[in-house]
């Protein structure tokens, strides 16, 4: 059974930095995209960043560019994705996710993925 478990979510001041990770199980996701979503309440699900199977090609949405890092480490399984100048507009539910097929690129959009964590929440305060 495929599972992906966030973590290092919580509440951080404005400008200050969080670090979260996604640990998958039940399959080697070595050969698959990667990604992080974000939902705030009241919108919708947005993509923060995604990264392909061996971590030489990332995407950034504009609102986090040059302040959020993606990474993965396959030997573990895991992605990361470093927060860093924190803004309250950041404050979300963060999810990862793994795309549901193989492939040497990224995705951006939601329906490529085919696994889910259950999130992890962020907020930042002003």
């Known amino acids: 059974q495929v599972q992906l478990v966030e973590s290092g979510g919580g509440l951080v001041q404005t400008g200050g930095s969080l670090r979260l990770s996604c640990a998958a199980s039940g399959r080697t996701f070595s050969n698959y995209a990667m990604g992080w979503f974000r939902q705030a309440p009241g919108k919708e699900r947005e993509i923060v960043a995604a990264?392909?199977?061996?971590?030489?090609?990332?995407y950034y949405a504009d609102s986090v560019k040059g302040r959020f890092t993606i990474s993965r480490d396959n030997l573990k399984n895991t992605v990361y994705l470093q927060m860093n100048s924190l803004k309250p507009e950041d404050t979300a539910v963060y999810y990862c996710?793994?795309?549901?097929?193989?492939?040497?690129?990224?995705?951006?959009?939601?329906?490529?993925?085919?696994?889910w964590g259950q999130g992890t929440q962020v907020t930042v305060s002003s």
């Open positions: 996710a793994v795309s549901g097929h193989h492939s040497g690129s990224y995705y951006t959009t939601s329906y490529e993925y085919g696994y």
């Open positions: 990264i392909n199977w061996d971590g030489e090609s990332a």
